[in-house]
DNA sequence: GTCTATAATTAGATAGAC
DNA sequence: GTCTATCTAATTATAGAC
């Protein structure tokens, strides 16, 4: 996602040393993303300026464009950048069973879900602001993203937690929402019910409502 | 929520029966609020432009400064009419036994509760869209419709289901994702599933698949 | 009441200086 | 590589004709 650069390595700055000067643009490029992914997170694709990116950023709105190109290349951007985390964060250590009891494996492999939605609400929120509507960037989310772990959890699903194929979608979905939504939206749960759903304490304790809930 | 239109039935117009007047008012005025509930709901409150709304409504954008002032009013105004048709549909029967059998009961209530958010997934995309942004706008959602909402839930949920007081929110904010999601994120689940959750039988399913899972 | 025209802002994208 | 200045288009809000 980030843009061939070979051809800007010219002869003049191969003096200095095309190491500095890449590492500089990768600085500045990564610098971007991650603003671009907190801001198209909590304000959605459209609710984002390319201009409150680079503010927070610390840059201009001109390097947006000389790194990206588009806005949308930004966005495919700040959502590769979200998913590889999210990769070493989740998908990777869902599936590594740590006791010899089945259930409480699968309990903790929920628990672990519930942590990460508290963690990364992003994930939460770019599903459901992308999956509502039927365009190229969610053809692109699901065919690059969603699907291949989409898969890797319907294998687990099937054989270690011993789900009918039928009922995949409404497990995932389910626990998905369950999981996550109370994270979702912590300033209307703190303002609603008076408990602030992001304490430690409150997540350990969602964590085992949903593992208790799914696998009793 | 309706601009008060005392003041604009004046001599003139009275000649020709200010019911006709304000009857063709309040119907221009329920297609906006109408188009505005569509557009507010798919694309959010910053991805909607008024321009479109008058498009779906058939009018054009001066005759909406003119009835609601600005963007924001008319969204509360669709807000509202939004929760008004919740109330009718939902609220009001959720609370009604049917069976004999309590955890029947509660049962049912959840499939209803699932069948609803079939429905309308707008009540979703409107909390997860507001409810991750402390904001004037969640101020007022929550003190206009959502607290009176979760309080009479709250009181069924201690009372005819026998939650305890602490796992509330936890209920709740289980219970709405895990009804809601996979309706709110129709067109990602046909595309990643292969099943449409919106089918008649899907619908039935996840409801049944939600109910049994909260209710044992 | 409804509509067109337009003002004032802001958006994404571009050009060019350094 | 970075930044400022600017173009074009779209936005909300306003003014005024009918």
């Not at 990364?120 to 602001?129: S, T």
């Not at 319907?154 to 995949?168: C, F, K």
């Not at 979702?184 to 430690?200: F, H, N, S, W, Y």
Request: hydrophobic share 40%.
């Amino acid at each position: 996602m980030v843009r061939d650069d070979s051809k800007s390595e010219n002869a003049a700055s191969a003096k200095s040393g095309g190491t500095a000067r890449s590492k500089k643009r990768e600085e500045t490029s990564a610098r971007i993303v991650h603003a671009a992914r907190q801001s198209f997170a909590k304000r959605g694709f459209h609710g984002t300026s390319t201009r409150d990116i680079a503010s927070v950023a610390g840059t201009n709105q001109g390097l947006i464009t000389y790194h990206f190109g588009t806005k949308d290349v930004l966005w495919r951007a700040a959502a590769d950048n979200l998913f590889e985390e999210i990769g070493e964060r989740l998908f990777d250590r869902l599936t590594q069973p740590q006791s010899a009891d089945e259930r409480e494996n699968a309990r903790e492999s929920i628990r672990e879900f519930v942590r990460f939605s508290a963690e990364y609400p992003e994930f939460f929120w770019l599903m459901v602001d992308e999956g509502k509507n039927a365009d190229e960037r969610l053809d692109w989310l699901i065919s690059t993203h969603l699907r291949p772990r989409f898969e890797a959890l319907s294998d687990y699903m099937l054989n270690a937690l011993g789900y009918a194929e039928e009922d995949l979608p409404h497990v995932y979905y389910t626990l998905a929402g369950a999981a996550s939504l109370i994270f979702a939206v912590a300033p209307e749960c703190r303002q609603l019910t008076g408990i602030d759903p992001l304490k430690k304490e409150t997540v350990e304790r969602h964590a085992d409502f949903v593992a208790r809930l799914i696998i009793t």
